[in-house]
């Protein structure tokens, strides 16, 4: 049986060799919407902002319909993260601290 984790790797690995990481994101944002729990691509998306892999980590930057962490502090501690491992991604991780603090409030002073 095919699973969502599959079919998105499957979409990462069989990519144009220049397509930006937006352009799939779009496709991901899509699918967040469009499909039923049972392949519920944003578990795939919050495992890929802990890899390795800067292309994953970058679509996953990316999709804006689907915030990447339940927490504030669990989204400045990803993003931490992320700015350390790939500093070609510190901006894109400073928008979803901003995003939501737009959205929530922030009870803690300051970005990464």
């Known amino acids: 049986m095919i699973n969502v984790e599959d079919v998105s790797n499957f979409l990462v690995d069989r990519r144009l060799p220049d397509l930006p990481p937006e352009a799939l994101a779009e496709v991901f ?3 967040s919407w469009d499909l039923d729990d ?5 578990p795939v998306l919050r495992r890929w902002l802990r890899g390795d892999d800067e292309y ?3 679509v996953a930057l990316w999709v804006e319909d689907v915030f990447p962490a339940d ?3 669990e989204i400045v501690s ?3 993260g992320i700015a350390a491992r790939f500093p ?3 901006e894109r ?6 995003a939501w603090d737009r959205a929530y409030g922030s009870s803690e002073p300051g970005m990464i």
């Not at 049972?38 to 944003?42: F, G, I, R, S, W």
């Not at 991780?93 to 901003?98: G, S």
């Open 56 to 58: 994953r980590v970058a």
């Open 78 to 80: 990803l993003m931490a």
């Open 71 to 73: 927490s504030r502090a």
């Open 38 to 42: 049972d392949a519920n691509v944003v």
């Open 88 to 90: 070609a991604l510190v």
């Open 93 to 98: 991780a400073d928008y979803w601290i901003r």
């Open 29 to 31: 944002a899509k699918l």
